[in-house]
């Protein structure tokens, strides 16, 4: 485990103990005096930010969702033309991958560990999600209007919709093999949509 600078703030040693323990060990398995210990805070400061178990782990998945989006649109927008800016969603997933040591997607984890669909944690992880999708349809939508007569024939929901599913799954079986090679095959994937 990384070790924690006490010269940040109680709040941000907090979270950002749980985002290791949580992101590494699962929901379920970090007990909330372990996160107190390992981030050298009282309990009662403890409490005094984070009241539950659940209101810690929502502001470790809100960070990550703005973290996880910006690092996309950043990468997005480092692109050139629309089809690099179509392509860049999936591309940039091989070195966050690789980054988080093939562990995976937070949201994806959750889903295994919070079996109720209208639990908060996992309500996070549709909204994420959503946000990612949307993006994928409009850089297919811009795509398709970027060149009618190569791209007419798409549909950007469609598309968009298609895209997710390797996507996704691509990260769900990078962490299944503790491999690279579902989001390689994935981007493969992702071009042959638009071939």
């Known amino acids: 485990m990384t070790k924690i600078n006490n010269h940040i703030a109680p709040r941000e040693r907090i979270l950002e103990t749980a985002e290791e323990l949580f992101f590494y060990q699962g929901y379920r398995a970090t007990g909330i005096n372990e996160v107190i210990a390992k981030s050298g805070v009282a309990k009662a400061t403890f409490y005094n930010h984070f009241p539950t178990k659940e209101d810690l782990c929502l502001a470790y998945l809100q960070e990550r969702n703005n973290s996880e989006y910006d690092s996309i649109i950043h990468y997005v927008n480092e692109q050139k033309t629309p089809r690099a800016k179509f392509l860049a969603v999936i591309e940039a997933t091989e070195p966050w991958l690789e980054a988080n040591a093939l562990r995976g997607c937070c949201f994806l984890n ?4 919070i079996p109720d669909p209208e639990s908060r944690l996992r309500r996070l992880g549709d909204q994420h999600y959503n946000m990612v999708s949307a993006l994928v349809q409009s850089l297919a939508q811009k795509l398709i209007e970027s060149d009618e007569k190569r791209y007419g ?43």
């Open 110 to 113: 959750m889903v295994a560990e």
């Open 153 to 195: 024939g798409l549909n950007a929901k469609e598309l968009a919709k298609d895209y997710m599913i390797i996507l996704v799954g691509a990260i769900a079986m990078t962490e299944v093999y503790n491999d690279l090679w579902p989001v390689q095959h994935a981007i493969t994937m992702v071009k042959r949509l638009i071939e």
